[in-house]
């Protein structure tokens, strides 16, 4: 699930939310709708190891973006 409210072109989430076994992952970020490009900031639950969250990114054009763990 998640919010967006959309300005400027800019799709914009404080709430995302996947709820699932065995992981859980929410975020927030934006989605530029005209660039077509990713910015999102996640936090994904390992429930299998007592909720260990990975900070983890997605960034860059939807067709060929970068992801990975996150600072």
């Known amino acids: 699930t998640a919010d967006f409210n959309i300005h ?3 799709a914009i989430t404080e709430n995302a939310k ?3 076994d ?3 992952i929410s975020g927030k970020g ?3 709708l ?13 429930k299998a190891l007592g909720n ?3 900070p983890f990114k997605v ?3 939807w ?9």
């Open 22 to 24: 065995p992981v859980d």
């Open 34 to 46: 005209a660039d077509r490009v990713l910015n999102l900031k996640l936090s994904i639950k390992i």
């Open 18 to 20: 996947v709820l699932a």
């Open 30 to 32: 934006t989605i530029d």
């Open 8 to 10: 400027k072109g800019q």
């Open 59 to 61: 960034t860059g054009p």
């Open 63 to 71: 067709t060929n973006p970068d992801y990975g763990i996150s600072p």
């Open 52 to 54: 260990l969250a990975i």
